[in-house]
Nanobody, 125 residues
Framework: QVQLVESGGGLVQAGGSLRLSCTAS????????MAWFRQAPGKEREFVAG????????AYADSAKGRFTISRDNTKNTLFLQMHDLTAEDTAVYYC??????????????????WGRGTQVTVSS
């Protein structure tokens, strides 16, 4: 099991940027592919971006392509999500998750074993 703690959320104006971080402890961080999901009020949790254990393989939701970048620093057990050109539609709680896979970036919640508590991102229009 791995413990995940997100940080970096906050209130930002439309068009602005934020960088989310997720720090992991417990089992080896590089044993898992990692991902960011988000959940807006009244909506289901959705995949945003994911990275394989090395970061060499990445995947993005269509809504994130071209605006968000996922990366990881395995020496610091940290996952990042750099977000640019934010809109009100990006407002959600963002969750970090550790996959049951190592070199495959799954996009469904059941493929992730461990979750953080989330960090709120609010974009004002």
């Amino acid at each position: 099991q791995v413990q995940l703690v997100e940080s970096g959320g906050g209130l930002v104006q439309a068009g602005g940027s934020l960088r989310l971080s997720c720090t992991a402890s417990g089992r080896r961080f590089d044993d898992s592919a990692m991902a960011w999901f988000r959940q807006a009020p009244g909506k289901e949790r959705e995949f945003v971006a994911g990275a394989s254990w090395s970061g060499a393989i990445t995947a993005y939701a269509d809504s994130a392509k071209g605006r968000f970048t996922i990366s990881r620093d395995n020496t610091k057990n940290t996952l990042f999500l750099q977000m640019h050109d934010l809109t009100a539609e990006d407002t959600a709680v963002y969750y970090c998750a550790a996959s049951k896979y190592r070199n495959y970036v799954a996009q469904k919640s059941p493929d992730y074993d461990d979750w953080g508590r989330g960090t709120q991102v609010t974009v004002s229009s």
